[in-house]
Nanobody
C-alpha cells in the first residue's frame, strides 16, 4: 500500500514556474514507476510524465517536452515535477500516481495508487 500526497500547486502567470512534489509513504516506493497526470475541468485525466524506479528513464507528453522535468528522490520518498514556461493550457488539477499494473505508461489504468491532486492555474 502506498499513500501519495501532492503539494506545490497554485496560481502563476504565463511564463512562470512551479515545482510540484508528491510525498509517498510505504516501504515499496522505490520499486514503483511513478507518473504525473492532469485533469482540466470537463476533460479526462491525461498523462503528463513518468519516471522509472531507477530514475534512468523518463517520458513526457509532447505538449510539455522541454518545459517540464520529472525527478525523484528515493531517500526522501518524493517525486517532483518542475514546470517552467507555464501556459494557460497547463491549467488543471495535477495528480501523482504509482504504476502497479501492466499496460502503457501513459494509460491511467496502469496506475493503482493516486494522490488527491493539486490545483495549478496559469493566468494573468
Amino acid at each position: 500500500q502506498v499513500q501519495l500526497v501532492e503539494s506545490g500547486g497554485g496560481l502563476v502567470q504565463p511564463g512562470g514556474s512551479l515545482r510540484l512534489s508528491c510525498a509517498a509513504s510505504g516501504d515499496t516506493f522505490s520499486t514503483y514507476f511513478m507518473g504525473w497526470f492532469r485533469q482540466a475541468p470537463g476533460k479526462e485525466r491525461v498523462f503528463v510524465a513518468t519516471i522509472s524506479w531507477s530514475a534512468t528513464s523518463t517520458y513526457y507528453t509532447d505538449s510539455v517536452k522541454g518545459r517540464f522535468t520529472i525527478s525523484r528522490n528515493t531517500a526522501a520518498n518524493t517525486v517532483y515535477l518542475q514546470m517552467n514556461n507555464l501556459k494557460p493550457e497547463d491549467t488543471a488539477v495535477y495528480y501523482c500516481a504509482a504504476r502497479i499494473h501492466s499496460g502503457a505508461y501513459y494509460e491511467p489504468r496502469s496506475y493503482g495508487y493516486w494522490g488527491q491532486g493539486t490545483q495549478v492555474t496559469v493566468s494573468s
